[in-house]
């Protein structure tokens, strides 16, 4: 019986030596990306001297999200300035009803996975809810732990006046901080869920006061989220330091999308400012229902273009193999 060619017998058999050879590497269903052999386009690392030169030549400036290598790697090959690692990968990578779900150790971890295939934009970590609220001391050691754990070069944080002096003490400690004013997602609850802020006076201006403050307090950009788009511009041309949109119109320094809603990949609540560049999740959805038809009617896979061969000779040889531990003493 083969259950019984054992490693015992297989050591001491007297086998060809092409039946001991390993398998070749380029068998492997998972490995190593292949390099190309084009040669790449030509990129400089984005730094913040880099941010900020855009933002006075008045070059939009590319954010984008990621969450893993795969997505940081398409913000790598595609012309993205920021690469910001958003905590909306609470919902969109880890299937969380609400960002303030995420904790700080698996945004190190996807900060990492993103790290590796984002080398050439600026790489920005969310700091999830909680870890900025007990006080400067426990910001800044979840800060560092970002940047040293995480590989992140900044950090970004939603809020006010509240947080300046937070930002200011990162800020001299030599951590860049992204602030994020308008509609605060960590603070959906308080706000009653996910409106869009500063359509009155009073809020607008409560609203172009954070942003001031946080620019004095440090911040190298800020995020204007869900305000009407008057309020952005007006913002924007009073601050000297970049403004990033997000439903926020077109006349911010830069604008941001959420990867999984830019590419079709979320099928969530889509939001008025969100527009669809792609429709992975349908082709990808497609792709996993033809793969199971396949595999269920025996299509999948060809014997012939899906499948590895072997040696007339070698195939005898080991029938021989087989044959003879079978008719052997030992053989239960």
Request: aromatic share 8%; with cysteine.
């Amino acid at each position: 019986m083969l259950a019984a060619f054992s490693r015992s017998n297989l050591a001491s058999a007297p086998l060809p030596r092409t039946f001991l050879r390993l398998p070749s590497r380029r068998w492997m269903s998972v490995r190593p990306e292949e390099k190309s052999n084009a040669l790449p386009i030509s990129r400089k690392k984005v730094t913040l001297q880099r941010l900020h030169a855009l933002a006075e030549e008045r070059i939009p400036i590319t954010v984008f999200t990621a969450y893993d290598y795969p997505t940081g790697l398409r913000s790598e090959k595609n012309d993205i300035d920021i690469c910001l690692v958003g905590d909306s990968l609470a919902q969109v990578a880890l299937g969380y009803d609400s960002t303030t779900r995420l904790t700080l150790d698996e945004m190190i971890h996807h900060c990492k996975a993103v790290s590796r295939g984002a080398k050439t934009p600026f790489l920005v970590a969310d700091m999830p809810f909680g870890t900025y609220h007990g006080g400067v001391d426990v910001t800044v050691r979840n800060a560092v732990r970002l940047v040293q754990e995480g590989g992140a070069e900044a950090v970004k944080m939603e809020g006010g006046p509240e947080i300046a002096d937070t930002v200011a003490r990162l800020t001299s400690l030599g951590i860049p901080v992204m602030s994020h004013v308008g509609l605060l997602p960590q603070r959906h609850t308080a706000l009653s869920g996910y409106r869009v802020q500063g359509r009155d006076a009073f809020t607008a201006y409560s609203v172009f006061k954070a942003a001031k403050v946080l620019q004095d307090a440090g911040a190298f950009a800020i995020v204007l989220e869900a305000i009407p788009h008057q309020l952005a511009g007006y913002i924007t041309q009073a601050l000297r330091i970049p403004t990033i949109g997000i439903g926020a119109g077109p006349s911010c320094s830069g604008q941001v999308l959420v990867h999984d809603d830019a590419v079709g990949v979320w099928s969530g609540h889509k939001a008025k400012f969100v527009r669809r560049f792609a429709e992975v999740g349908k082709a990808a959805g497609e792709g996993v229902a033809s793969y199971a038809a396949a595999v269920r009617s025996g299509q999948f896979p060809d014997i012939v273009g899906e499948s590895y061969g072997m040696d007339a000779g070698q195939w005898q040889e080991f029938q021989k193999l087989v044959e003879s531990e079978a008719t052997s003493p030992l053989a239960s």
